[in-house]
């Protein structure tokens, strides 16, 4: 498909990075490694925001860099938060598993089964890996591959390469790949169960308590599933490799680091860890579970032609027009002829004497009227520091609820606890206030619908000791 080379793409919030490259037996032989640097608010948590952007920058990166790479066939990463990966596991060998899995899927996923994508691969009988991402995102990818002159080949969710780079190892193991965020991916019989991504606010030689909370978070929501048997194996991957072994093997983790490729960016001045994810794709084939690209037309006006149109002949507007003229003036005409026989001082229309009284007296009223009328109050200026909040993770996403905490807390809002839902089964983030602290809706609604879809839940309890619940859903 791609003869001896790979190309393969990956973007960050930041970035764009692609990487021409062959696994070998002894590691990859590199021919290329290249990056675009993104404007601001292009791409926001690994989801494309400015499309026309991200699609000019696409573009003008592989003109700029079409000699090095040497080919428009490439392999699109697909960004974790982009993608829903899970394990549908039966008691008994399904007659219909497309059928099976999507009703056990309807009840796991955290958007809309109707707007989705569903691959699958059969890994057993009974086990079956499943990887769901939305419609509108595969084309919105395909539509912006294809007119920035590429072709693309497939579309890889990102913690699905993952368990390539181990290999065939049944224990189950914690994959932490590490690049501008973390991306945890839980691994059971060689299935990915689950993932998630992580945005550190520091460093991550700083950030030693988030990642552990991270960790604890998942092996006690997603972990203790699948497997009672406390989970021993880490595999880090990318950046501060290093520093995520030592940190990890002290909490006593049997941490292992995949594909150091310390030496050979000394020895090339490439930072190899900057783009692992485009790297790991390397090692896709077409037993890789992924997403074919969506084939969307290129203008809709292509698609259905408008009519032909003949030469405009003046005369066919013309014609109406007259004859419209001239029945408006028939039927008004008594109007017409009542109006210049009436005699008025005017010369026009006679004034009603009762109605001008009526107009001079409300004239005159008029600003006594308004020196009555009291000055209006100055509206309340509306304080967030004045709301309380409690935060609760609905989403089962590892870090979620932190994250909105830090994005509440940025907005000057008070934060009274953080935790988990009763479930994980929030689609979107539900927002609950007091009848008494009506007044922050608005402003509340604005300021998050920046980064989360919501919907307004019943009015929160006077009794509680907090203004605001948020339960923060999977979009």
Same mark, same amino acid.
């Not at 400015?50 to 490439?74: C, G, P």
């Not at 497997?227 to 950046?239: A, C, D, H, R, T």
């Given at each position: 498909?791609?003869?001896?080379?790979?190309?393969?793409?990956?973007? !960050?919030?930041?970035?764009?990075?692609?990487?021409?490259?062959?696994?070998?037996?002894?590691?990859?032989? $590199?021919?290329?490694?290249?990056?675009?640097?993104?404007?601001?608010?292009?791409?926001?948590?690994?989801?494309?925001?400015?499309?026309?952007?991200?699609?000019?920058?696409?573009?003008?990166?592989?003109?700029?860099?079409?000699?090095?790479?040497?080919?428009?066939?490439?392999? *699109?990463?697909?960004?974790?938060?982009?993608? @829903?990966?899970?394990?549908?596991?039966?008691?008994?060998?399904?007659?219909?598993?497309?059928?099976?899995?999507?009703?056990?899927?309807?009840?796991?996923?955290?958007?809309?089964?109707?707007?989705?994508?569903?691959?699958?691969?059969?890994?057993?009988?009974?086990?079956?890996?499943?990887?769901?991402?939305?419609?509108?995102?595969?084309?919105? *990818?395909?539509?912006?591959?294809?007119?920035?002159?590429? &072709?693309?080949?497939?579309?890889?969710?990102?913690?699905?390469? @993952?368990?390539?780079?181990?290999?065939?190892?049944?224990?189950?193991?914690?994959?932490? /790949?590490?690049?501008?965020?973390?991306?945890?991916?839980?691994?059971?019989?060689?299935?990915?169960?689950?993932?998630?991504?992580?945005? *550190?606010?520091?460093?991550?030689?700083?950030?030693?308590?988030?990642?552990?909370?991270?960790?604890?978070?998942?092996?006690?929501?997603?972990?203790?599933?699948?497997?009672?048997?406390?989970?021993?194996?880490?595999?880090?991957?990318?950046?501060?490799?290093?520093?995520?072994?030592?940190?990890?093997?002290?909490?006593?983790?049997?941490?292992?680091?995949?594909?150091?490729?310390?030496?050979?960016?000394?020895?090339?001045?490439?930072?190899?860890?900057?783009?692992?994810?485009?790297?790991?794709?390397?090692?896709?084939?077409?037993?890789?579970?992924?997403?074919?690209?969506?084939?969307?037309?290129?203008?809709?006006? /292509?698609?259905?032609?408008?009519?032909? +149109?003949?030469?405009?002949?003046?005369?066919?507007?013309?014609?109406?027009?007259?004859?419209?003229?001239?029945?408006?003036?028939?039927?008004?005409?008594?109007?017409?002829?009542?109006?210049?026989? &009436?005699?008025?001082?005017?010369?026009?229309?006679?004034?009603?004497?009762?109605? !001008?009284?009526?107009?001079?007296?409300?004239?005159?009223?008029?600003?006594?009227?308004?020196?009555?009328?009291?000055?209006?109050?100055?509206?309340?200026?509306?304080?967030?520091?004045?709301?309380?909040?409690? $935060?609760?993770?609905?989403?089962?996403?590892?870090?979620?609820?932190?994250?909105? +905490?830090?994005?509440?807390?940025?907005?000057?809002?008070?934060?009274?606890?953080?935790?988990?839902?009763?479930?994980?089964?929030?689609?979107? !983030?539900?927002?609950?206030?007091?009848?008494?602290?009506?007044?922050?809706?608005? *402003?509340?609604?604005?300021?998050?619908?920046?980064?989360?879809?919501?919907?307004?839940?019943?009015?929160?309890?006077?009794?509680?000791?907090?203004?605001?619940?948020? $339960?923060?859903?999977?979009?």
């Amino acid at each position: 498909m791609f003869g001896a080379k790979i190309a393969t793409l990956t973007f !960050t919030d930041t970035a764009i990075k692609a990487v021409l490259a062959r696994p070998t037996s002894k590691g990859f032989k $590199i021919s290329f490694l290249g990056k675009k640097g993104l404007p601001a608010s292009t791409v926001f948590n690994g989801r494309i925001i400015n499309e026309s952007i991200f699609q000019e920058a696409l573009k003008t990166f592989y003109l700029e860099n079409y000699e090095k790479l040497k080919t428009r066939d490439i392999v *699109l990463g697909l960004n974790e938060p982009e993608v @829903f990966v899970n394990n549908i596991k039966f008691d008994e060998k399904p007659k219909d598993p497309t059928k099976e899995i999507i009703a056990k899927l309807s009840l796991l996923l955290p958007f809309d089964l109707n707007a989705a994508k569903i691959v699958y691969n059969k890994v057993s009988e009974k086990n079956y890996q499943i990887t769901t991402a939305k419609t509108a995102t595969l084309s919105q *990818l395909s539509r912006i591959v294809r007119d920035a002159g590429l &072709s693309l080949v497939a579309i890889v969710p990102i913690p699905i390469i @993952f368990p390539r780079l181990i290999g065939s190892q049944k224990t189950p193991y914690l994959f932490i /790949s590490s690049e501008e965020d973390l991306v945890f991916s839980l691994v059971v019989d060689n299935i990915v169960v689950f993932s998630s991504t992580y945005t *550190l606010k520091n460093q991550l030689a700083e950030s030693e308590k988030e990642v552990l909370l991270a960790v604890s978070e998942i092996i006690e929501l997603e972990y203790k599933k699948y497997v009672q048997e406390p989970l021993k194996n880490v595999f880090v991957y990318g950046k501060g490799a290093e520093f995520l072994k030592s940190f990890l093997n002290a909490k006593n983790f049997n941490t292992q680091i995949i594909l150091d490729s310390g030496e050979s960016s000394k020895q090339t001045g490439y930072d190899f860890a900057d783009y692992s994810r485009a790297i790991a794709l390397s090692y896709y084939d077409r037993e890789v579970l992924s997403f074919p690209k969506f084939e969307t037309s290129k203008n809709i006006s /292509s698609a259905s032609k408008p009519p032909k +149109r003949g030469r405009f002949k003046p005369l066919y507007l013309i014609l109406p027009l007259i004859a419209l003229v001239l029945a408006g003036g028939i039927l008004l005409w008594p109007n017409f002829k009542e109006a210049l026989l &009436s005699p008025s001082k005017n010369g026009g229309i006679p004034i009603s004497k009762e109605t !001008t009284t009526s107009s001079q007296k409300q004239k005159e009223a008029t600003p006594e009227a308004e020196k009555k009328k009291p000055e209006p109050e100055p509206k309340k200026q509306i304080s967030r520091s004045d709301f309380s909040v409690k $935060i609760l993770n609905g989403s089962g996403i590892a870090g979620a609820a932190g994250k909105m +905490r830090d994005f509440v807390s940025s907005k000057g809002y008070t934060i009274e606890s953080v935790g988990n839902a009763e479930n994980f089964n929030h689609q979107t !983030t539900t927002v609950q206030i007091k009848n008494s602290r009506k007044g922050i809706s608005s *402003l509340l609604t604005k300021d998050l619908e920046e980064r989360y879809s919501i919907n307004i839940g019943s009015p929160l309890s006077e009794s509680e000791q907090f203004d605001i619940l948020l $339960i923060v859903g999977g979009e």
